[in-house]
């Protein structure tokens, strides 16, 4: 009976993490469709996230060509350096998550730095980074960061969740983009 009675509370709370997680999905997809301000949508989007998923900084972070720029930022920690500037992606986590087209996480990056880029993320006191693949019609278009300050913050199960909101917002974040380029083609026009 103990068995019997532990297996359902076990059962229980693995069905009421699975309803938190699909609200947290059905909010998102409802955010995301909401505008085409990427600003507005990605504070709208970290701010329902973190109903589940603890982060102290979210981006986005876009490849054009050799490139990447950060097209939104959310959280106290903005690594402002890296955000005010298009960089190169060679040497950087989105280049191995473009290449691999799989998420990697960094789970203490005081302890050890990867790419170039973990140093500037150090110096703002970030700790555990995410960095998950958009994928828009088989192609990565960018990545998709979340980072605490804690180390090793993330764990499989929340990983895996990242990965589920990742491939949900890739699409509208190319839709967005795609409008802002036309509405600035627009006005040079």
């Known amino acids: 009976r103990v068995a019997a009675s532990m297996e359902k509370q076990y059962l229980y ?21 909401s505008s085409l301000d990427m600003r507005e949508v990605f504070d709208k989007f970290c701010r ?4 589940v998923i603890p982060l102290d900084f979210a981006g986005v972070a876009l490849v054009d060509g050799d490139k990447v720029k950060f097209q939104a930022l959310f959280g106290e920690v903005a690594a402002q350096d890296l955000a005010e500037m298009s960089h190169s992606v060679q040497g950087t986590a989105t280049e191995w998550v473009v290449k691999h087209r799989r998420p990697t996480y960094q789970s203490d990056l005081q302890a050890a730095t990867t790419y170039w880029p973990d140093t500037h993320y150090v110096r703002e006191g970030i700790r555990s980074l995410v960095h998950l693949p958009l994928v828009v ?13 804690e180390p090793q913050r993330y764990h499989e199960e929340d990983l895996r969740l990242l990965e589920q909101v990742a491939r949900q917002v890739a699409t509208p974040v190319e839709n967005t983009m795609l409008y802002t380029r036309a509405e600035q083609r627009g006005r040079i026009d």
Request: proline share 0%; charged share 25%.
């Open 13 to 33: 709370e693995q069905l009421q993490k699975q309803e938190r997680e699909l609200s947290l999905l059905n909010r998102i997809a409802s955010v995301v469709a």
């Open 48 to 51: 329902e996230l973190t109903s």
């Open 137 to 149: 019609r088989d192609q990565v278009i960018g990545t998709l960061l979340v980072a605490s300050r």
